[in-house]
T-cell receptor, first 110, second 116 residues
Framework: DGGITQSPKYLFRKEGQNVTLSCEQN?????MYWYRQDPGQGLRLIYY???????QKGDIAEGYSVSREKKESFPLTVTSAQKNPTAFYLC?????????FGPGTRLTVT | AQKITQTQPGMFVQEKEAVTLDCTYD???????LFWYKQPSSGEMIFLIY??????QNATEGRYSLNFQKARKSANLVISASQLGDSAMYFC?????????????FGAGTTVTVRA
């Protein structure tokens, strides 16, 4: 089945550690996105990529980094510079506007 | 300024009744698209319905319909014949422009609770 996978579903890290969240899609979509969601809030765009080897900052890119070496994969690294990393992270891909979302990764940093 | 405004943080609806979720948007771009997503407690975002700014008819998808009032810049979601499984958070989102840049701006969401 085609879709987007994010792993793991739950992730725990100590403060000061970098952590990488995985996002893989087999929908053959060119564009991919990372969003952050805080409790009771909407989604905010962190980074997005329209094609391989290219990506742009979203509204809240500080403290995050991404890479897009393959069409299928768009990993997000939450660095120690991110002041409040505990959140729910959603990855999406799109073709012609409609975005398809993965199941999300809930990151807790203590 | 907020691009998408959802003014109802939470709503209760009786099973089998209809419910309307409000969404207003702000854009100066003549070409835009409006989306509604459902987010159950599991967290996954489920696409429900789409309305393009040039679409003449209001979008419908099964029990979901979008009441698009362009002059008022509103795109309310109507869920008919509510079911217990409709209990979730609902987000309105907007894409601006026609290019390949399909960034979405999301509202804060409305939590819907369906009562038996």
């Amino acid at each position: 089945d085609g879709g987007i996978t994010q792993s793991p579903k739950y992730l725990f890290r100590k403060e000061g550690q970098n952590v990488t969240l995985s996002c893989e899609q087999n929908l053959n979509h060119d564009a991919m996105y990372w969003y952050r969601q805080d409790p009771g809030q909407g989604l905010r765009l962190i980074y997005y990529s329209q094609i391989v080897n290219d990506f742009q900052k979203g509204d809240i890119a500080e403290g995050y980094s991404v890479s897009r070496e393959k069409k299928e994969s768009f990993p997000l690294t939450v660095t120690s510079a991110q002041k409040n990393p505990t959140a729910f992270y959603l990855c999406a891909s799109s073709r012609r506007g409609e975005q398809y979302f993965g199941p999300g990764t809930r990151l807790t940093v203590t | 300024a907020q691009k998408i405004t959802q003014t109802q943080p939470g709503m209760f609806v009786q099973e089998k009744e209809a419910v309307t979720l409000d969404c207003t948007y702000d854009t100066s771009d003549p070409s835009y698209g409006l989306f509604w997503y459902k987010q159950p407690s599991s967290g996954e975002m489920i696409f429900l319905i789409y309305q393009g700014s040039y679409d003449q008819q209001n979008a419908t998808e099964g029990r979901y319909s979008l009441n698009f009032q362009k002059a008022r810049k509103s795109a309310n979601l109507v869920i008919s014949a509510s079911q217990l499984g409709d209990s979730a958070m609902y987000f309105c989102a907007m894409r601006e422009g026609r290019g390949a840049d399909y960034k979405l701006s999301f509202g804060a969401g409305t939590t819907v609770t369906v009562r038996a």
